[in-house]
């Protein structure tokens, strides 16, 4: 199931888009999952492969509580709400978290995780807010909020 969103989302990176603007999206900000994290994430709007769609991913650095957790994250969203200064989308993605610890060797985690987000749009981006749950090796909720750049 994972390789298969992964390869979902891959693709609807690599499809032709119809307009040339507005198409990918670069942003930076905090993260809290089991601590506070800085992350990165971008994405492309895949409206030419599915309707009101985008997709791309997360990077994310944490140190909680002795340990050191490197998140990957594979994202779709779904937009429900877009409107000319905010939107709202719901999420459904796929996480690796990697860690080690002074007490622990360290691992791999992988994770589904599912929550909703909105944006509020800004002249040269948006600012944006979300909130994952993450379901599987781990049962985590995660907040992420920062800002998104349009290239």
Known sequence: MKFVFAAVVAIALLAPAKEAHAQWTLGAGLEKLDGIGIGVNFYRNTDNVYKNTRGGGDIAYFVADGFKVLEITANGHYFVVQKEMINAYAIVGST????????????????????????Y???????????????????????????????
């Open 96 to 119: 690796a978290l990697f860690y080690s610890g002074d007490t622990a060797l360290g691992g791999v985690t992988g994770i589904l995780n599912m929550g909703a987000g909105a944006e």
């Open 121 to 151: 749009k800004l002249g040269f981006g948006s600012a944006y807010g979300e909130v994952r749950y993450l379901i599987g090796g781990a049962a985590l909720l995660g907040i992420n909020a920062g800002v998104r750049i349009t290239l």
